[in-house]
């Protein structure tokens, strides 16, 4: 028989093993955490003024995709990634953005060719890449509630300059998430009343120090959405001078909200005086570069969907800023054309 006191010791060595995994558990969940605050710490003060400098979209947006379900899974042990999960969102929402804009390209060619299954099927595409880009940005939207806590119509603390950023980018990713759901046919759900949280919290930001984009922003709503807008308000004049400081600081999202908005309206005159603003300016900050570059894409994006649905063709290269219409004399011909 078994001795007594040998199971004893079999208990004692089963206690000890049991014993050592769970504090080897415990061991790997707190080098996990730490491994997530460092990443979240190096993300906050060199990854994103890193991006910000950069001049490829293309990147930003393979980036945001990749970088997101890395940096979101430390949460699950105990790191708080919510400020630069509100940046990555909306970075990653511009690939699927692109992708719904060549679709949308592509359903006005069909149009113009009386092609309808293609059209049909275009349409379809658009709505679905819409879709994705309406849940990114209502992520994005909703990671910046959770991270600051606004009380009401309160003002949240934005004590630094990175915070200031990630308030205006999550806004920003409020109004585009409307819109997209819009495109979407509502599928995303994205709550209508978004449209005037949105308006009150960019009213929290420094006007002058963020390139005059929160009362450009405000004013786009005020367009869209009357009802929002405060006693005399000038949407218009506000977008006039949005623009305006956008260019002179380097940062042109005033012009992209503007051009955005005479589009919405139907308003050609304003639309067209857009674009053209935005493309006789060159001025780049160069620690938001990527801000301009994708507001840079915003104006394009526009003017390819006029010059699609008036000449089938998107803009030609190094035509932003002119119009398929415009008084030109008689063009020499170039074999690249014809080819």
């Not at 963020?210 to 006693?231: C, Q, Y």
Request: aromatic content about 6%; overall charge neutral; proline content about 4%.
């Amino acid at each position: 028989m078994v001795s007594l006191a040998c199971l004893r010791s079999a208990s004692a060595l089963r206690i000890l093993v049991i014993g050592s995994l769970v504090a080897a558990l415990q061991g790997c969940g707190m080098i996990y955490k730490t491994t997530g605050d460092v990443l979240v710490s190096f993300g906050r003060a060199e990854m994103v003024p890193y991006m910000m400098s950069d001049d490829d979209s293309r990147i930003a947006c393979a980036a945001g995709e990749a970088q997101t379900p890395l940096l979101l899974s430390f949460q699950r042990v105990g790191s708080h990634p919510d400020k630069l999960a509100v940046l990555l969102y909306v970075t990653a929402a511009s690939c699927t953005d692109a992708l719904a804009a060549e679709e949308e390209l592509r359903y006005l060619r069909a149009v113009k060719q009386g092609n309808v299954a293609e059209a049909q099927d275009a349409r379809t595409a658009q709505k679905r890449y819409a879709a994705i880009s309406a849940r990114r940005q209502h992520e994005s939207y909703r990671r910046m509630i959770a991270a600051y806590e606004p009380k009401g119509e309160e003002c949240p603390k934005l004590k630094s300059e990175f915070d200031q950023l990630v308030w205006l980018i999550g806004n920003l990713g409020g109004v585009q998430a409307l819109i997209n759901d819009g495109v979407a046919d509502g599928t995303v759900g994205v709550p209508r009343d978004l449209a005037a949280k949105v308006e009150r919290g960019v009213a929290c930001l420094d006007n002058d120090q963020w390139w005059g984009a929160p009362r450009g922003i405000r004013a786009s709503i005020w367009n869209l959405l009357p009802m929002l807008a405060p006693k005399n308000a000038k949407p218009w004049e506000e977008l006039e001078m949005a623009a305006e400081k956008g260019a002179k600081a380097g940062v042109r999202l005033g012009s992209a909200m503007y051009a955005l908005s005479a589009y919405s309206k139907g308003d050609n005159a304003r639309l067209r005086t857009a674009i053209r603003g935005y493309a006789a300016t060159d001025k780049v900050n160069a620690d938001y570069q990527i801000i301009d570059i994708m507001a840079g894409t915003m104006v394009r994006t526009i003017s390819d969907k006029i010059w699609t649905e008036a000449t089938g063709k998107r803009t030609p290269l190094g035509g932003l800023g002119t119009f398929w219409d415009d008084a030109k004399s008689t063009p020499s011909v170039n074999i690249d054309d014809l080819l």
